[in-house]
């Protein structure tokens, strides 16, 4: 399952930076202040373990950020980029190709759903998330409805931090600061976390269907002819785990095919098995038009996203151009030639290893550790899915600061979790065991226990 244990190089030998030596960078949604007082650092990685500048063995209960699906430098993932680097660092994806970003949108196309496959490649989910959203607006003007220009995000979704993610995300911190600049035309639907009908659900809730219905209201409000797309994530992820209520993505996906409006699912989190199913589209059984990817693609190794398109979608749009560039769009590095290796080597690893198949198979005995924290204080709610934890916390006098203690308090111990406010949010890799998940739930239930 797992590659021989790896040495892990002396980095304190070369350097590792200490406090009062950190202020050069500017961290990115981080406490910088309070982080460059008291600095956690990573030096090392393997399977399913960091080691910090201590060197203590930090178990990653979160897949770094929910992107190391496979664990933490797999020999096939570092020995292909390796390789690649030697024989092809770069090529211009403008005008010019090179094989591997052809072979890897051929090899997504077979593993996606029916109807995705057409593939651009992007750098990260952010890219992915303003790729989507263009490409919505292209299609609708390639097929003569150019008046389709507003999107419909969620309240509590999260899309990157482009300004075209933070438009349609909402995340009330992250757009506050920038909102005078955001994109026009932009609604949002309700989110579905209701602690009063949902709260301890096991799987999918069985209130909360009806939310979609705010999607027929927006059409009836403003017309059908001036939404271009709805966006969501199928789980939401960063704002605490929210999972879909039963028969909620239906509902949305029959809206939209009613009035013509693009569905676009965010699998940025949920993209890769981390459902235990290739994709969220999978697990849930409805196809979105559009699908962005990021994270998992590569298992974290180099930076990668991509966008999964319907071929109506492509065709619409090449078709409205008769010579030339059809879609004026892509980066430097779309499909740059590391991260197709990473990529194809991850694929590999994750059909010899069924990883999917794996998360699938652990699934419940994730599920019964999660709910097994009922009772503990503070606790307010647990959600699980495939192998994704919700635990909500009571807040406390500042919004996170209980979550945030748990956090420290667990990485003390030395088990990485990660906090939305005040939810701890768990999404291991996927290679982990039960003897491990044991121990994640154990530091995670002293550390809820001694937080005030
Ligand atoms: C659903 C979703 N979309 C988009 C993004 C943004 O991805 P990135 O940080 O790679 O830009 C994330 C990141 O966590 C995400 O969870």
Redesign the pocket.
Not at 158 to 162: A, F, N
Not at 266 to 269: H, L, N, P, T, Y
């Given at each position: 399952m797992t590659d021989s244990l790896q040495t892990v190089p002396d980095h304190t030998s070369v350097g590792v930076p200490r406090a009062g030596t950190l202020d050069a960078q500017w961290m990115p949604f981080t406490a910088n202040r309070a982080f460059k007082l008291a600095p956690r650092m990573l030096v090392a990685a393997k399977d399913m373990h960091y080691t910090d500048a201590d060197g203590r063995q930090v178990l990653d209960g979160t897949a770094g950020?929910?992107c190391v699906n496979a664990g933490h430098c797999r020999k096939p993932i570092t020995e292909a980029i390796a390789e690649q680097a030697a024989v092809l660092d770069y090529a211009p994806g403008f005008q010019m190709g090179h094989p591997l970003s052809f072979a890897l949108a051929e090899r997504l196309a077979d593993m996606l759903p029916d109807g995705l496959d057409r593939i651009f490649f992007v750098n990260?989910?952010?890219?992915?998330?303003d790729t989507a959203l263009k490409m919505a607006l292209a299609y609708h003007r390639a097929r003569g409805e150019p008046s389709r220009v507003s999107f419909i995000g969620r309240e509590r979704g999260?899309?990157?931090?482009?300004f075209g993610?933070i438009s349609v995300g909402g995340i009330q911190n992250n757009r506050q600061a920038f909102a005078a600049q955001l994109l026009p035309h932009i609604g949002h639907l309700p989110h579905t976390h209701d602690l009063e009908h949902n709260a301890y659900t096991h799987g999918q809730p069985a209130w909360g269907a009806h939310l979609a219905d705010g999607l027929q209201r927006m059409v009836a409000e403003n017309g059908a002819d001036t939404i271009a797309a709805v966006i969501i994530?199928p789980v939401?992820?960063?704002t605490g785990v929210l999972i879909p209520p039963a028969g909620y993505l239906e509902r949305l996906r029959a809206i939209c095919d009613e009035h013509g409006i693009l569905l676009i699912f965010?699998?940025?989190?949920t993209g890769f098995g981390r459902l235990g199913a290739p994709f969220a589209a999978d697990r849930f059984g409805v196809t979105p038009d559009v699908m962005?990817v990021?994270?998992g693609l590569t298992n974290g190794a180099v930076?990668m996203?991509a966008v999964f398109a319907r071929r109506g979608i492509y065709d619409a749009v090449l078709g409205a151009t008769e010579r030339g560039i059809e879609f004026f769009h892509g980066y430097t590095y779309s499909g740059h030639p590391l991260a197709c290796a990473a990529a194809l080597a991850t694929l590999d690893l994750y059909r010899e290893e069924a990883l999917f198949d794996r998360a699938a198979e652990l699934a419940p005995y994730w599920e019964d550790a999660v709910h097994s924290l009922r009772g503990l204080p503070h606790i307010i709610d647990l959600r699980a899915i495939g192998l994704v934890a919700g635990i909500e916390l009571e807040g406390r006098d500042v919004i996170g600061a209980r979550g945030f203690d748990v956090f420290l308090d667990c990485f003390e111990q030395g088990v990485l979790t990660r906090v939305a406010a005040d939810t701890v949010a768990l999404s291991p890799p996927l290679i982990i065991d039960r003897e491990q998940v044991d121990r994640l739930f154990d530091a995670l239930t002293r550390a809820i226990r001694r937080v005030a």
């Open positions: 950020l929910w990260s989910g952010s890219e992915a998330v999260y899309h990157g931090v482009g993610g994530e939401a992820g960063s965010d699998e940025v989190i962005t990021a994270k930076p996203g």
